[in-house]
């Protein structure tokens, strides 16, 4: 069974940072590219980043872009998010997902862990 | 590209046949799945690829469209499918979400 566990989030000033991690279990991490996905109290879903099975390529956001540096240690199974210059726009819950569904060169996000909640506030 | 939902909210019966509907800013092939969000919890993918339907998902749920225009249908409502909806393209960076539908009784 695919278990994705959140942890790492909490209360942050404005202008802060935060290292999020995720710890994978049950797959072979190491084959799938990996994303995370956040969500603000009360409104939609907003696509962070990703990274590459071997972590050579990354991607983001617009809102996160130069802020935010997804990466992960296959060796250990895991998944990272460093935030930095934090916004209160960026309170949100922030989820963890594995793409492990694959098909037509595209990795779906299939497998979501429970999230953590990131506060920004001053 | 932006992916436009509609429509925003919708209340419905159990039994009742519902359509919701995704249009992209640009083609985006079949790069297209779809989510189930319920209050509280991490969305569960039901679609994807517009229109394969994800492992262990109820075959009232199907999805079908290509370049813009997607629709999410189930065909005979359920009690446990009132929650709201999300599709997310993957055609190219970064991959956006809709703004999400809330299907209500």
């Known amino acids: 069974e695919v278990q994705l566990v959140e942890s790492g989030g909490g209360l942050v000033q404005p202008g802060g940072s935060l290292r999020l991690s995720c710890a994978a279990s049950g797959f072979i991490f190491s084959n799938y590219w990996m994303d995370w996905v956040r969500q603000a109290p009360g409104k939609g879903l907003e696509w962070v980043a990703n990274i590459r099975p071997d972590g050579s390529d990354k991607y983001y956001g617009d809102s996160v872009m130069g802020r935010f540096t997804v990466s992960r240690d296959n060796a250990k199974n895991s998944l990272y998010l460093q935030m930095n210059s934090l916004r209160v726009e960026d309170t949100a819950v922030y989820y963890c997902?594995?793409?492990?569904?694959?098909?037509?060169?595209?990795?779906?996000?299939?497998?979501w862990g429970q999230g953590t909640l990131v506060t920004v506030s001053s | 590209i932006q992916l436009t939902q509609s429509p925003s909210s919708l209340s419905a019966s159990v039994g009742d046949r519902v359509t919701i509907t995704c249009r992209a800013s640009?083609?985006?092939?079949?790069?297209l799945a779809w989510y189930q969000q319920k209050p509280g919890k991490a969305p569960d993918l039901l679609i994807y690829?517009?229109?394969i339907l994800q492992s262990g998902v109820p075959s009232r749920f199907s999805g079908s469209g290509s370049g813009t225009d997607f629709t999410l249908t189930i065909s005979s409502l359920q009690p446990e499918d009132f929650a709201t909806y999300y599709c997310?393209?993957?055609?190219?960076?970064?991959?956006?979400f809709g703004q999400g539908t809330r299907l209500e009784i």
């Open positions: 640009q083609g985006i092939s079949s790069y």
């Open positions: 690829a517009a229109s």
């Open positions: 997310q393209h993957l055609d190219s960076y970064p991959f956006t």
């Open positions: 997902v594995a793409a492990i569904t694959f098909t037509g060169r595209r990795a779906y996000l299939d497998s």
